[in-house]
């Protein structure tokens, strides 16, 4: 099924909602975090497409030279997010979203486009299994069971960062890295940290704040990554209850 499309610009950035937390009125911290974000994204070749529509329907992309994610390649895409929920799930609208970037993808003559998957599906991750109706297939791999997935038009092929293969870091305490590119980020990390303070467990937030910190991450990341006696536990946004489950493992 068609639809309309939107892509956010500078000129409506600030009117059209962002699609994961949809507010008329009432502003909402983490929205407004995402919009500033994004407002300086823009001008690099970041892309955000949605249904014109009150729902979610959106999909996220950036040239990978400019994406936040310890990944590197020439002349690739790197998608962030591709999102349908509730209503508007089982129209077509994912594949319009998928189709539009790989067109935009081919008309500015990239190389292909990648994105993060996992051995086992991962909440917070791309839908690999829909990534791969359209060609995408594992180009890299980590011990710890993420995936690369790409799509190559010529051949050449991205990869993980080198440290991404030993997701390790000194500290044995919680350390969690987060950046503001998913609105529901700030909450999240508001609640961690009380919960953090409430229950006396030593944990540090890094932000990651440029691209230069995002491309030298330790391990893979998305917009979050969770560290516990020095490893890379998940990439998945945690609740209290999912940390205090992770923590008692």
């Known amino acids: 099924m068609g639809g309309e499309y939107i892509n956010l610009s500078s000129g409506n950035l600030m009117q059209e909602h962002l699609c994961c937390i949809i507010r008329q009125k009432a502003q909402h911290p983490g929205v407004e975090a995402k919009r500033r ?15 014109d529509a009150k729902g979610c329907a959106f999909i996220e992309y950036a040239p ?3 994406a936040w994610v310890p990944i590197l390649g020439e002349n690739f895409l790197y998608i962030y997010c ?22 935009d993808a081919q008309s500015k003559a990239k190389s292909g486009i990648c994105i993060l998957g996992a051995d086992k599906q991962k909440a917070w991750l791309l839908d690999q299994s829909f990534a791969k109706q359209f060609g995408f297939q594992t180009v890299d791999q980590t011990e710890n069971g993420y995936q690369l997935l790409a799509m190559s038009f010529d051949g050449s092929k991205p990869r993980f960062a ?13 350390v969690i890295y987060y950046d503001m590119q998913c609105p529901f980020i700030l909450e999240r990390v508001e609640k961690l940290k009380a919960y953090c303070t409430a229950h006396r467990i030593p944990a540090t937030f890094v932000l990651v704040d440029t691209l230069v910190k995002a491309k030298n991450l330790p391990g893979v990341f998305n917009n979050f990554a969770v560290f516990y006696h020095g490893k890379l536990q998940t990439v998945n946004q945690l609740n209290p209850v999912m940390l205090e ?5």
Not at 37 to 51: D, I, V, Y
Not at 82 to 103: N, P, S
Not at 245 to 249: E, H, W
């Open 245 to 249: 489950k992770m923590l008692d493992r």
């Open 37 to 51: 974000w994004l407002a300086a994204r823009l001008s690099e070749g970041h892309m955000f497409r949605k249904l």
């Open 162 to 174: 080198p440290q991404v293969h030993q997701p390790e870091i000194p500290e044995q305490q919680l």
């Open 64 to 66: 990978l030279e400019r």
């Open 82 to 103: 591709l999102w349908v929920d509730g209503a508007l799930k089982h129209h077509g609208y994912g594949h319009d979203l998928m189709g539009y970037c790989i067109f």
